[in-house]
């Protein structure tokens, strides 16, 4: 396909289908998870950027800017889904590989900007970090802005960490805020520097939900807000010991040092002991720079044997076509065992792997290549997915740092 027959597949989002769905979504959205919205009304051709802070984020981005019509981007796999794929194009939605290059989705933004005075959606985390505060930022969402030259607005999504735990099986109702803000005009994007771009971003963007709840108060019904909690937080903060904890209802207990927490209503935990963490944000923080510490050391290395999955088209799931070994050096990331029948040896440099997300408890995902998404099942324990993705962002942010 030509480059102009590719760009023309750009639609504006059907309007009935879209104004449809975000009418009911803004009422289900301000009733179901206590949607506040507040700022500027955004004008297109424009940039809309967002911390990625739950699998819900578009909903409330739909919800807030409901009845403008929003473009958004979002990862190619859920293209690959042949029931949602249709409703996808329907609503407009652009594919773009996830942590990799695509000239064809920086393209069809283009497109989509200049011939359409689209409001186009970005989240340039790229992924859900479940933090609890902003994540990293490639420097390349400046450098794409500078390309355009397009007005960016930001709108900061508070909150969302505190119902819609990524770990939990189930949403809680507490409370949401949107705020909309121009961070950067027309003549700006031309004019500032990566940096100044960069400041930009991540001031408008910067949030943390322990200081969010303390704000307004937030309180989180439910008698199951901790279960499944030790698929992300596999290290136990009193001994250190690892993929020890486990949860029942609101409350956590380590097997090994007989630490317990119950998470309250508002969402603070409660420790049996001193001088443990009482919130998940401060909890992600110790845990990356524990991580951080081990890859500091040049002698790092992670290995497990993995199942290796990828993506094909009409086929809602990821499919498992191999098993083998995945080691994590600072040689870079390394595959060998069978693929499609065949014995193969994969290597992606460190530099290639910005980050890999994951899903919690089950899989970790690698960069998109040759023609495929890559997702790796630990065969022993998938709740090691998580400790893969933060070796992930460690590398990363310390290349960042200059630190190795």
């Known amino acids: 396909m030509d480059k102009n027959k590719e760009e023309k597949l750009v639609k504006k989002p059907n309007p009935f289908l879209y104004w449809f769905v975000c009418f009911f979504f803004e009422l289900y959205i301000k009733i179901h998870f206590n949607l506040h919205h507040k700022g500027v009304k955004p004008k297109g051709p424009a940039l809309i950027l967002s911390n990625h802070t739950s699998n819900h984020d578009y909903k409330f981005i739909a919800a807030a800017h409901w009845p403008k019509r929003i473009t958004f981007v979002a990862t190619y796999h859920w293209f690959t889904f042949k029931k949602l794929n249709f409703w996808l194009r329907q609503m407009g939605v652009i594919p773009k590989y996830q942590f990799a290059p695509d000239m064809a989705s920086m393209r069809k933004i283009r497109y989509a900007l200049e011939k359409n005075n689209a409001l186009v959606f970005i989240a340039p985390e790229g992924t859900v970090y479940s933090s609890g505060k902003l994540g990293y930022i490639s420097p390349s969402i400046a450098k794409t802005i500078k390309v355009f030259k397009t007005p960016v607005y930001s709108s900061l999504i508070e909150g ?5 735990a990524k770990w939990s099986r189930s949403s ?9 803000s121009l961070i950067i005009t027309k003549e700006e994007a031309t004019t ?11 001031s408008s963007l910067s949030f943390n939900d322990y200081e969010y709840q303390k704000k307004y108060n ?21 001994c250190s010991k690892e993929f020890t904890l486990f949860s029942k209802g609101n409350s956590i207990e380590c097997s090994s040092c007989g630490a317990k927490a119950t998470i309250e209503k508002n969402f603070h935990f409660k420790w049996n002991k001193d001088g443990l963490f009482d919130n998940y944000v401060d909890w992600y923080s110790w845990q990356l720079d524990e991580m951080k510490k081990e890859v500091l050391n040049p002698n790092f290395k992670l290995e497990e044997e993995v199942e290796y999955a990828i993506d094909k088209s009409g086929i809602d799931n ?11 050096t600072h040689s870079g990331w390394d595959y060998k065992g069978t693929k499609e029948g065949e014995e193969v040896e994969e290597h992606d440099d ?38 893969w993705h933060l070796a992930s962002r460690a590398f990363t942010e310390l290349k960042a740092e200059g630190k190795i």
Do not use: Q, W
């Open 160 to 164: 969302a960490g505190l119902g819609n």
């Open 172 to 180: 809680h109702k507490a409370r949401i805020d949107v705020t909309t």
């Open 192 to 202: 500032l520097s990566v940096d100044e771009i960069m400041e930009r971003i991540t």
């Open 218 to 238: 937030v309180l989180v019904n439910g008698d199951d807000k901790a279960e499944s909690i030790e698929t992300m937080y596999y290290k136990c903060p009193n």
């Open 318 to 328: 990821y499919v498992k076509v191999g098993k083998g070994v995945m080691t994590l």
């Open 350 to 387: 460190i530099e290639d792997v910005f980050l890999a997300t994951l899903k919690i408890g089950l899989h970790f995902e690698l960069p998109f290549k040759k023609g495929h998404c890559r997702v790796f099942y630990p065969i022993k324990n998938g709740m090691t997915s998580m400790k």
